[in-house]
């Protein structure tokens, strides 16, 4: 059965608030309830900052990622459950536009960049790293070899692969399991 939607902002803001104090109790279904009554609207500040739906929807998973984590530490005397939310996504969509900005698809890669390829040719023939990551799809691979082995952050590869940021964590996150798998 559906819980009803508040009418009225202060509905709105007090059915807010009870599903953050029972996020911080490790209720799964709270955070549902904080999804079905914002979702939209926080996509909607980070359209407005991002000016791309596919950034604005990885700003508000990252919103909802970070408010299930940090449910605890909302203080209602600090402000409402409401502003405390959208400070959240607000935050995120702003850490993403910097790093778009900072290493866009349109930045010229550096002669002397690392070639992904070329660590894995290090690794012995017999090796089962190597094995295992000849078996990724290029780009996870190289995602994942540049982010730990020449140490590039997630925005960094964006730019230099010309891919959004949220795939850059998508393909090093899927790529590590499929590792693990493999040497598993």
């Known amino acids: 059965m559906a819980e009803e939607l ?4 202060s509905e709105l803001e007090a059915g ?10 490790g209720e799964a279904s709270a955070l549902r309830v904080i999804y079905d009554l914002e979702a939209a ?36 005397s600090r402000g409402s459950a409401r502003a405390w939310i959208y400070t959240i996504v607000r935050n995120q969509a702003l850490t993403i ?7 866009g698809p349109d930045e010229p890669l ?4 690392p070639e992904p390829n070329s660590a ?18 290029t780009g996870r691979r190289s995602a994942i070899v540049l982010a730990y082995v020449h140490g590039f952050s997630h925005g960094e590869l964006a730019g230099r692969l010309g891919v959004p940021l949220g795939t850059i964590k998508s393909w090093i996150r899927r790529g590590l399991v499929s590792l693990q798998e493999c040497m598993g």
């Open 110 to 113: 550096d002669s002397e960049a």
């Open 41 to 76: 609207r926080m996509v909607g500040v980070a359209i407005r900052i991002l000016r791309r739906r596919d950034l604005a929807e990885e700003a508000t998973h990252d919103a909802f990622m970070r408010i299930w984590r940090s449910a605890r530490s909302y203080d209602q």
């Open 120 to 137: 894995i040719a290090r690794l012995p023939e017999s090796s089962a790293l190597r094995h295992c990551l000849e078996q990724l799809d």
């Open 97 to 103: 536009l910097r790093d778009e900005r900072r290493f």
């Open 16 to 25: 807010v608030s009870a599903a953050i104090v029972r996020c911080a109790a």
């Open 6 to 9: 508040p009418s009225d902002r």
